[in-house]
Nanobody, 124 residues
């Protein structure tokens, strides 16, 4: 069973930056894809970025491409998400997720393993 523990959330000012981290543990991790989602109040969970640990291939949602950067350190079993130029509407709980998918998909039900999330707040 894959376990995911997020950290690094908090308060960030509009236009500011934040770095989220996800500690990953479990068997056969090299077979997994990792990703970050977020869920804003009253909204559905939204895919942000994904990475394939086997070769570092990344993918991004159009709305965050160029502002968010996903990276993975397989030796340390950590996946990071750097958030830049943050906006108030991006206040949400940010989740680290994992699954042994063959391709990165944006639909939440396809991701079998979820962390508890970390709150990111961007004031108006």
């Amino acid at each position: 069973q894959i376990q995911l523990v997020e950290s690094g959330g908090g308060l960030v000012q509009p236009g500011g930056s934040l770095r989220l981290s996800c500690a990953v543990s479990g068997p056969s991790l090299s077979m997994y894809r990792l990703a970050w989602f977020r869920q804003a109040p009253g909204k559905e969970r939204m895919f942000l970025a994904g990475i394939r640990w086997s070769d570092g291939t990344t993918s991004y949602a159009f709305s965050v491409k160029g502002r968010f950067i996903i990276s993975g350190d397989y030796a340390r079993k950590v996946v990071n998400l750097e958030l830049k130029n943050m906006k108030a509407e991006e206040t949400a709980v940010y989740y680290c997720v994992a699954s042994n998918l063959k391709v990165t998909v944006i639909s939440p039900p396809n991701w079998a393993n979820w962390g508890k999330g970390t709150q990111v707040t961007v004031p108006e």
